[in-house]
């Protein structure tokens, strides 16, 4: 069960391990584009290339759809960023149990979004746990983790790639001994849970009073998707990537205080911000190096006013 590109990986390593994978079942297509096209999810393609029956219930808990997965009797069920709550008549099936494959060092980060937390919180390291799943939200005990360094270079699309790859090998590595009943699963310690809920539109607003490292980490963390932005002559700004320095401006936070094609430096609650990729309002994504070019902005401006 899995849907996005992060699940991909995981389906992969079950069918190149010579499991009898017996069927997936992931999201129904949707539209996608400008153009609104119905798009399969990438958990789907992959499936048929395999020659992988594919199951894309609605909703999961619908008589129809829960008896149409119980009829395939798995011995283990394997989630990956599938996206429904499963019931719990699918959660008692198999007599191996249901394992999720999660991205975050569980008991942080339980959620829809933990890359992009994980990233925006300024975390040094990351990684994924495999873990079995109960009704409540990834909370199960822990199999396996395995955690990776976040370098200065990653943002979301690096590490999704990373922690997709990397669960997809623990998952490899557990399987045998899970299914000889030979793993001792971990309880989550509550007390140190957060959480990771799904990005909202307010979450990719800079706030310019806050830190110059705290607003590199929400860019970070927001690209490649869905991309931080601020306002510039009250028009959507969106900023894809930026670095912090503790340079301090004599200036009111959001003021452009420098711009050149190294970088537009913007003054903050703390140090000053280097914006080094932007797109404006109607524009593509492009290099500070172009946007300036064309000297549209001027130091003393002030960004962030709506």
């Known amino acids: 069960m899995g849907t996005p590109d992060f699940a991909v990986p995981s389906l992969r390593a079950l069918v190149e391990e010579g499991y009898d994978v017996v069927g997936v079942v992931t999201q129904p297509d ?6 609104r096209e119905l ?22 808990r619908d008589p129809a759809a829960l008896e149409e997965v119980l009829s395939l009797e ?34 942080k980060y339980r959620g829809g979004a933990p890359i992009h937390w994980a990233l925006i919180n ?7 746990t495999i873990m079995y799943m109960v009704k409540a939200l990834d909370a199960g005990d822990m199999i396996a983790k395995r955690a990776i360094p976040v370098t200065p270079e990653d943002h979301v699309g690096t590490m999704h790639d990373k922690l997709s790859r990397l669960g997809a090998d623990l998952l490899k590595e557990i399987l045998p001994a899970l299914l000889r009943g030979q793993v001792e699963a971990e309880p989550q ?17 800079i706030d310019w009073n806050r830190s110059a490292e705290a607003l ?8 490649p998707w869905p991309v931080a932005f601020t306002t510039w002559k009250g028009k959507p700004f969106k900023i894809w990537w930026a670095i912090a320095t503790d340079e301090r401006a004599d200036a009111a936070p959001g ?11 913007v003054a903050t609650g703390e140090g000053s911000l280097i914006l080094k990729e932007v797109q404006p309002a109607g524009k593509k994504r492009m290099p500070v190096s172009e946007f300036v070019r064309g000297r549209q902005m001027e130091a003393g401006e002030r960004l962030g006013d709506a």
């Open 189 to 205: 310690e509550e007390s140190e849970a957060t959480f990771a809920p799904n990005i909202k539109r307010e979450d990719e607003r």
């Open 74 to 107: 798995p011995d283990l069920i394997v989630t990956a960023a599938y996206g429904q709550i499963l019931p719990e008549r699918i959660l008692q099936a198999p007599r191996h149990g249901c394992i999720n494959v999660h991205a975050s060092l569980l008991p």
């Open 216 to 223: 590199a980490c929400q860019v970070r963390g927001l690209c």
């Open 30 to 35: 949707r539209p996608k584009g400008r153009k």
């Open 122 to 128: 300024g975390e040094k390291e990351t990684g994924v």
């Open 255 to 265: 003021t452009v205080t420098k711009l050149d094609e190294q970088g537009i430096v």
């Open 39 to 60: 798009t399969p999810p990438p958990v789907k393609v992959a499936a048929q290339q395999f020659g992988i029956p594919v199951y894309q219930p609605e909703k999961l």
